[in-house]
């Protein structure tokens, strides 16, 4: 009877471990999938799925539209800027390029400003109920992700 119940909790936990790289995967795939996707294909995917959760107008379709386009293009650019960084201090191994406390700075403040950005700017296109249901689903996607980064150790 012992044997038995390792052998179902062996099975048990490699199935689990078999399920979280499965995940890792599909997660990594349509991570590549959405970098070789154009800004225009990005920003309809997102106004669509928008277009599902908050019952957009067409009016309101087109504007959240334009505001993902914009949000596309500069992850674009800023993805851009990353691959080149990265293979400049590929090409010189001697060069270790890191960002000072002041860069970091700086950059993080831009990132909140454009968030600060677009909330104002999904306020202005949403109504009271869509921004309210539209907030909600933001504050989980970065609960998500805070939450993974400190399983990480991120922190």
Sequence with gaps: ???????????????????????????????????????????????????????????????VKELMLEQAIHRKEKMAE????????????????????????KAVNERLDRQIETKQKMKAILTSEQYEKWEKTQGRRHGKAKSKRKMKGDH
């Excluded at 991570?31 to 995917?45: F, G």
């Excluded at 990353?82 to 406390?101: C, G, H, I, P, Y």
């Design 1 to 63: 009877m012992k044997k038995l119940i390792l052998i179902a909790i062996a099975f048990i936990s490699l199935n689990a471990v078999a399920q979280d790289k499965d995940k890792k995967q599909d997660r990594k795939a349509r991570a590549e999938q959405m970098k070789n996707m154009s800004a225009e294909d990005q920003a309809t995917i997102a106004t669509k799925k928008l277009t599902l959760a908050l019952d957009l107008t067409e009016k309101q379709q087109s504007q």
């Design 82 to 105: 990353r691959a080149k960084m990265k293979s400049d201090t590929e090409n010189d191994t001697k060069l270790k390029v890191e960002k000072t406390d002041e860069q970091k700075i």
